[in-house]
């Protein structure tokens, strides 16, 4: 597995990948991609560390798994490829946005635009195999992704951490909320999103005005 990464990410996370539990998961990764389908493409796994620069990463979105079907992942959570019909959780996403902000919604689910903004799209595991959910989890991932959050936090200052659902707020229980900013609500999935725990949540616009007090660019959602 080829780690290709921003250089100030490497910096950051040289140590990490150095580890044995590292190389442990790029051997996986490597065997994985050899002898079956998986997403995102090789050149797409580190996709968020390369838009989202790390001097630059001033919103992090916590996501699961990357999308499991032909052509959908891109390396950046809840995002998909241009042209992809734009699944049930970010059509929720772009819903909410609508009604909190009055923006239009998107015709494309490709969230690069706001990767290059400083919104780091982390999934807790960076790979998947075709048509099964959850299939490259417990191989090294989440630790790796535990890392990155903990290096954020205790790094940088004033950074809005937005995490939706169970998954995402266990896997914040290392930010310092004494010096960033967490927002929680349900998960934007239809399953939630309809029992009333996702729409409402207001989170991007509490985001911006967070930004904005301390001297940052907002973010154009």
Not at 37 to 54: L, N, Q, R, V
Not at 74 to 95: A, E, H, W, Y
Not at 154 to 175: D, H, P, Q, R, S
Request: aromatic share 12%; proline share 5%.
């Amino acid at each position: 597995m080829k780690v290709d990464i921003h250089p100030s990410w490497k910096k950051e996370l040289a140590e990490e990948f150095e580890k044995d539990y590292f190389k442990n998961l790029a051997e996986f990764v490597k065997n994985e991609y050899t002898e079956n389908t998986c997403y995102p493409k090789g050149k797409d796994i580190f996709s968020a560390f390369e838009h989202a620069t790390f001097p630059n990463t001033k919103i992090v979105i916590l996501g699961q798994d990357p999308y499991h079907g032909p052509g959908q992942a891109n390396g950046l959570c809840f995002s998909v490829n241009d042209g992809i019909k734009t699944p049930p959780s970010l059509q929720n996403i772009f819903r909410e946005i609508k009604e909190d902000l009055g923006r239009p919604v998107p015709d494309s689910g490709n969230l690069e635009r706001w990767a290059n903004q400083g919104v780091l799209l982390l999934n807790a595991t960076l790979t998947v195999r075709a048509h099964q959910a959850g299939s490259h989890q417990k191989k090294g991932w989440e630790r790796f992704t535990d890392r990155v959050i903990e290096i954020i936090s205790a790094e940088k200052e004033n950074v809005v951490f937005l995490l939706w659902g169970g998954y995402a707020k266990k896997k914040g229980a290392k930010i310092d909320s004494s010096k960033h900013l967490i927002l929680t609500s349900g998960h934007p999935s239809p399953l939630s999103a309809n029992r009333g725990y996702w729409f409402g949540n207001k989170h991007f616009s509490k985001a911006n005005a967070y930004l904005k007090e301390n001297g940052k660019e907002p973010i154009d959602w």
